[in-house]
C-alpha cells in the first residue's frame, strides 16, 4: 500500500483565480491519476500523469485548464486555472504500483468551493 | 464504453443486519474488480480487490464476489454497525490506458 497526502485539504476561492492542489506519495511509483468528483456524483478521470512524460488527458478535459506536473516519482500538482462555480468539487489523485495487480490507492482529497 | 451501475444509490438498515451491495458492469472484459469505502468529504478506501480470474474475497465482516460473464459483483457485510456508514463505490479496471471506472455508489445507513 502507499500513504498519499494531498494539500490543500480544503480551500474556497474565487472565480477567476487559479488553485494548485499537491499530491505526495511515500514511495515511488510509476503512474499518478488525477479525478474529480463532483456533489453527489462519482469519480471521473481527468488525467494520467507519468513521470517524464506529458500528462495524458481524458475527453473533456485540457491541458489549459487543469496542467499538471510530475517532477519525479513521488510528486506531482494538479492546477485548477481561471476557475468557475462548476469546478466546485474534490480532486483525488491515485497511484498505481507497477506489478500490483492494478490496485489503485487515493489520497484523502482536496475540497474546491468556488465563490 | 465501461459503465458501471450500483442501485440503490441509498440503503437505511437497522444495527446487526446482514446486507448485500450489488455492481454491474457492461463490459466483462476487466482486470480486476475494486471495493471502496468513502466517508463524507474524505477520500476513498480500499476494502477489497477481486482480480477477473478470482470469484471472490473476504476481509474481516466483508465478503465480495465477482462473476464476470454476468458482469456482476457483490459485497456482503455482514453484522453491521453504525461506523459502516458510508458510501460504498465500486470501480472495474479495463487495463485501457489503466482506466478505473467508477459506478455512482451506495450510500449506507446503520442505524442504532
Known amino acids: 500500500s502507499a500513504v498519499i497526502s494531498q494539500k490543500p485539504s480544503r480551500d474556497i476561492c474565487q472565480r477567476g483565480t487559479s488553485l494548485t492542489i499537491q499530491c505526495q506519495v511515500d514511495?515511488?511509483?510509476?503512474?499518478m491519476f488525477w479525478y474529480r468528483q463532483q456533489p453527489g456524483q462519482s469519480l471521473t478521470l481527468i488525467a494520467t500523469?507519468?513521470?517524464?512524460?506529458?500528462?495524458?488527458?481524458e475527453s473533456g478535459f485540457v491541458i489549459d485548464k487543469f496542467p499538471i506536473s510530475r517532477p519525479n516519482l513521488t510528486f506531482s500538482t494538479l492546477t485548477v486555472s481561471n476557475m468557475s462555480p462548476e469546478d466546485s468539487s474534490i480532486y483525488l489523485c491515485?497511484?498505481?504500483?507497477?506489478?500490483?495487480?492494478?490496485?489503485?490507492?487515493f489520497g484523502p482529497g482536496t475540497r474546491l468551493t468556488v465563490t | 464504453k465501461q459503465e458501471v451501475t450500483q442501485i440503490p444509490a441509498a440503503l437505511s438498515v437497522p444495527e446487526g443486519e446482514n446486507l448485500v451491495l450489488n455492481c454491474s458492469f457492461t463490459?466483462?472484459?476487466?482486470?480486476?474488480l475494486q471495493w471502496f469505502r468513502q466517508d463524507p468529504g474524505k477520500g476513498l478506501t480500499s476494502l477489497l480487490l477481486?482480480?477477473?480470474?478470482?470469484r471472490e474475497q473476504t476481509s474481516g465482516r466483508l465478503n465480495a464476489s465477482l462473476d464476470k460473464s454476468s458482469g456482476r459483483s457483490t459485497l456482503y457485510i455482514a453484522a453491521s454497525q453504525p461506523g459502516d456508514s458510508a458510501t460504498y463505490l465500486c470501480?472495474?479496471?479495463?487495463?485501457?490506458?489503466?482506466?478505473?471506472?467508477f459506478g455512482k455508489g451506495i450510500t449506507l445507513s446503520v442505524r442504532p
Open positions: 477481486i482480480q477477473s480470474s478470482q
Open positions: 463490459d466483462s472484459a476487466i482486470y480486476n
Open positions: 470501480a472495474v479496471y479495463t487495463g485501457a490506458n489503466s482506466k478505473l471506472t
Open positions: 514511495s515511488q511509483v510509476t503512474m
Open positions: 500523469a507519468n513521470q517524464g512524460s506529458e500528462a495524458t488527458y
Open positions: 491515485s497511484v498505481e504500483f507497477a506489478g500490483a495487480l492494478y490496485e489503485q490507492y
